[in-house]
Structures are given as C-alpha cells and as structure tokens.
C-alpha cells in the first residue's frame, strides 16, 4: 500500500525537551511538507522541501527544524525554543509535474502535548 | 490580507438539502484548486481538485472562476456522513499551498 505515515500518534513532552516527529512516505513524492494545526484554526505551514537535501522555511518555522536526507523522510524536531508547541502535526506530500504541484496527500497526524 | 478566504460557517442542514460554500484566493497566478475534507480530529483528505471547466463527482460539483477569484463547492442531496469540515487549497506558482480556515457543515435529520 503506497502512502504517508506519521509516528507516534500522541506525544507527550515536558517543557524544556525537545522532541522528534516522524513522517515517512513511499509514494515517490519530490515535495513533503509540515502544518501545524490548532484547534478552530485553518493549517499552517512551518517548513516545505522540495528535494532531498533542501527545505525551505514556512510561515512558523520558529523554534521547529527538519532534515531531509532521504527522499522518503522529513522528520520534524519540536525544540524547547517553540513556545507554544502544544498542536496537531501533519506531515504531506505531493507530486511536481512540469512544475505544477498535484494535490497533498496526509498522514495521520501526531497530537503534541506539552506538559 | 489572507491568501485564501472561507466562511467559517457553522452550516446546519437538514437531510436531502443542498447546501453551497464559496471561497477566495488572493493571487491571481494561482495554478491548482482543491477541496479536501476533515472529519473530526484526523487528518485533511481530497474530496476533489477543482479545474477552470468546473468538474463533478456524484452530488460533489466544484467551480473555479478565474475571473472573480473565487471556488466554489456544491453539494447536492446531503447526506449525515458528509457533516465534516470543507477546506479550499490554493497552490500558487511554485510549490506552496495556501489553505482556508475551513467550513462546518452539520448534516440534520
């Protein structure tokens, strides 16, 4: 079965810890992204990668990193710089044809909670 | 300004309704238009893309008019399983989608 997972579920972390998010696709999907959403809220997006190698920052990068060293893995680290880290994580990809991206396809989702 | 607007609704409709959400986009060199459905607690998933023909899948019909900046979702002989809430995706030139806040829609019987 070809798609996108996310681990753990549910995570929870005392503040002052960092702590690693994973997402793993087998689609051969180019572009994998992060959101951040928290509740009655719309996503939002904190970093984007293209291609292995590369990530470009969103609109809430702070206190968040990734890598990107496999084209198949983007794992998120929440750092004890977020301030607010408590939120549901979605991990995504998506297709590049011709320079036009198809839709994003969704893993579960992890929910953080900062105790 | 926001890049993609939505009304947040709550929408309550009765079984068999038909029931329209309308949404708009900021950037006029937008080149992909979807609209993804999120149940509840778990992650977005495409209900369908939206092309400038306008396209339609079962009671599902999309719209996007170019001109005026605005998709739209129409949803015929509502169902209880299609109470969720509705988000329109926007891809801009390059590789960034903007999402909408999205819409509620509750389903009555």
């Known amino acids: 079965d070809g798609g996108i997972t996310q681990s753990p579920k549910y995570l929870f972390r005392k503040e002052g810890q960092n702590v690693t998010l994973s997402c793993e696709q087998n689609l051969n999907h180019d572009a994998m992204y992060w959101y951040r959403q928290d509740p009655g809220q719309g996503l939002r997006l904190i970093y984007y990668?293209?291609?292995?190698?590369?990530?470009q920052k969103g609109d809430i990068a702070e206190g968040y990193s990734v890598s990107r060293e496999k084209k198949e893995s983007f794992p998120l680290t929440v750092t004890s710089a977020q301030k607010n880290p408590t939120a549901f994580y979605l991990c995504a990809s998506s297709r590049e044809d011709r320079g036009v991206y198809n839709e994003q396809f969704f893993g579960p989702g992890t929910r953080l909670t900062v105790l | 300004r926001k890049e993609v607007e939505q009304d947040p609704g709550p929408f309550n409709v009765p079984e068999g309704a038909t029931v329209a959400f309308n949404c708009t986009y900021s950037n006029s060199a937008s080149q992909s238009f979807f609209w993804y459905r999120q149940d509840c607690r778990k992650e977005p998933k495409l209900l369908m893309s939206v092309y400038s023909s306008g396209n339609e899948d079962g009671r599902f019909t999309a719209q996007l008019n170019r001109a005026s900046q605005y998709i739209s979702l129409l949803i015929r002989d509502s169902k209880l399983s299609d109470s969720a809430t509705y988000l329109c995706?926007?891809?801009?030139?390059?590789?960034?989608?903007?999402f909408g806040t999205g819409t509620s829609l509750t389903v009555i019987p």
């Open positions: 990668s293209q291609i292995v190698n590369d990530f």
């Open positions: 995706v926007v891809n801009e030139a390059g590789n960034q989608f903007y």
